[in-house]
């Protein structure tokens, strides 16, 4: 069974970093390529970032780029998402979902991790 | 990158259809079949529904169908049931070889 389980979510100062984690489990990790997508409460879903799976191509947000990074380890199953320079607009869950198998579609999505910046 | 454009909301009686529209432009939408639609009930996790214009995932109900004409994709949904009460969105592979979603669209069943 596929398992997508989102990590380091909660409370940072404007300003501050935090590091999420993404443990995959249930397939081979190293071949599907996979992306953060995030939610602000009460609002619509919004795409940050993809990394493929060898981890050599990377895309970022237009709200995010600069700010955030985006990386895998495959010996380990796990993705990441580290994030500087964080802004209360920042706050929001953070879902990891993986491309495939159905064509452009994510079809596995984790419960998603809650990320608040306030002071 | 500007959010693709859906209605905010929509509303039908059990047994109707309804559509969802999602506009974008020649670099997103209209440019690429890589569409996809997702399902969200409140507090959990987005669920695809449809993937790549007009396919449909195993499982998902054939009461959902996709399509495209120029630069706006549709989501179809007949035979509206209680159950299709949810957040919906679409989403698009873009020119810059980014993802970007609609705004969202609640739909109601009366």
């Known amino acids: 069974e596929v398992q997508l389980v989102e990590s380091g979510g909660g409370l940072v100062q404007p300003g501050g970093s935090l590091r999420l984690s993404c443990a995959a489990s249930?397939?081979?990790?190293?071949?599907?390529?996979i992306n953060w997508v995030r939610q602000a409460p009460g609002k619509g879903l919004e795409w940050v970032s993809y990394i493929s799976g060898s981890g050599n191509i990377i895309h970022y947000g237009d709200s995010v780029k600069g700010r955030f990074t985006i990386s895998r380890d495959n010996d380990k199953s796990s993705l990441y998402l580290q994030m500087n320079s964080l802004r209360a607009e920042d706050t929001a869950v953070y879902y990891c979902?993986?491309?495939?198998?159905?064509?452009?579609?994510?079809?596995?999505w984790g419960q998603g991790t809650l990320v608040t910046v306030s002071s | 990158q500007s959010a693709l454009t859906q209605p905010a909301s929509v509303s039908g009686s059990p047994g109707q259809s309804i559509t969802i529209s999602c506009t974008g432009t020649?670099?997103?939408?209209?440019?690429?079949?890589?569409v996809s639609w997702y399902q969200q009930h409140p507090g959990k996790a987005p669920k695809l529904m449809i993937y790549?214009?007009?396919h449909r995932p195993p499982g998902v109900s054939n009461r959902f169908s996709g399509s495209k004409s120029g630069n706006t994709a549709s989501l179809t949904i007949s035979g509206l049931q209680a159950e299709d009460e949810a957040d919906y969105y679409c989403m698009s592979y873009t020119s810059r070889s980014t993802r970007v979603f609609g705004g969202g669209t609640q739909l109601t069943v009366l």
């Open positions: 979902a993986r491309d495939g198998p159905y064509g452009s579609g994510h079809y596995y």
């Open positions: 249930g397939f081979t990790f190293s071949s599907y390529d």
């Open positions: 020649s670099s997103d939408v209209g440019g690429y079949n890589y």
């Open positions: 790549d214009v007009s």
